[in-house]
T-cell receptor
Framework: AQSVTQPDIHITVSEGASLELRCNYS??????LFWYVQSPGQGLQLLLK??????LVQGIKGFEAEFKRSQSSFNLRKPSVHWSDAAEYFC?????????????FGKGTKLTVNP | ETGVTQTPRHLVMGMTNKKSLKCEQH?????MYWYKQSAKKPLELMFV???????ENNSVPSRFSPECPNSSHLFLHLHTLQPEDSALYLC???????????????FGPGTRLTVL
């Protein structure tokens, strides 16, 4: 079955440090890949998405992600974290299953930023 | 109002109550979704509506009853819920109902539901 794995439930980094959030997926074809962010009390907001082409994707708020087909991964990175980046981050894949299209989400990674 | 709005933001109800959640999107989108977000679990897609017609029901119990009177409004009617139904219920919308795998979904802030 199609699945998305975010191995880290909770990550803590210091402000100004670099960040990498991991995402692995299981899907037979090349999926559409997304990263969403959810701030406390808010809905999910799209950070970036990958469909095809350049495997390094730039998003909003200084985030980027790299698609690695050989590793079935789509890791999210940011060179220097800001306190406002504290939130929960969700990786998702867009798939077609049984004639129906949908997003399959990972369980999320909660990011804490220390001053 | 812009984007996707949801009301109420918080709801506490007993198991015998009947209540409704409301979602409105101001983006001119043609697909709308209900998701359930529980702690330590992935988002669960509940229902999908394309052009106000229900196209997907992911084995959701009948105590959850959706309604989509037009492309901008989506309701989730609740009755005789169970405590395990306590969760954050998120509404989302997207532009192209025929390209749901690749189209960006826009989410509302959610309704935090507590069932006593």
């Amino acid at each position: 079955a199609q699945s998305v794995t975010q191995p880290d439930i909770h990550i803590t980094v210091s402000e100004g440090a670099s960040l990498e959030l991991r995402c692995n997926y299981s899907y037979g074809a090349t999926p559409y890949l997304f990263w969403y962010v959810q701030s406390p009390g808010q809905g999910l907001q799209l950070l970036l998405k990958y469909f095809s082409g350049d495997t390094l994707v730039q998003g909003i708020k200084g985030f980027e992600a790299e698609f690695k087909r050989s590793q079935s991964s789509f890791n999210l990175r940011k060179p220097s974290v800001h306190w406002s980046d504290a939130a929960e981050y969700f990786c998702a894949v867009g798939i077609t299953q049984g004639g129906s299209e949908k997003l399959v989400f990972g369980k999320g990674t909660k990011l804490t930023v220390n001053p | 109002e812009t984007g996707v709005t949801q009301t109420p933001r918080h709801l506490v109800m007993g198991m015998t109550n009947k209540k409704s959640l409301k979602c409105e999107q101001h983006l001119g989108h043609n697909a709308m979704y209900w998701y359930k977000q529980s702690a330590k679990k992935p988002l669960e897609l509940m229902f999908v509506y394309n052009f106000k017609e229900q196209t997907e029901n992911n084995s959701v119990p009948s105590r959850f009853s959706p309604e989509c009177p037009n492309s901008s409004h989506l309701f989730l009617h609740l009755h005789t819920l169970q405590p395990e139904d306590s969760a954050l219920y998120l509404c989302a919308s997207s532009q192209d109902p025929w390209d749901r795998a690749s189209d960006t979904q826009y989410f509302g802030p959610g309704t935090r539901l507590t069932v006593l």
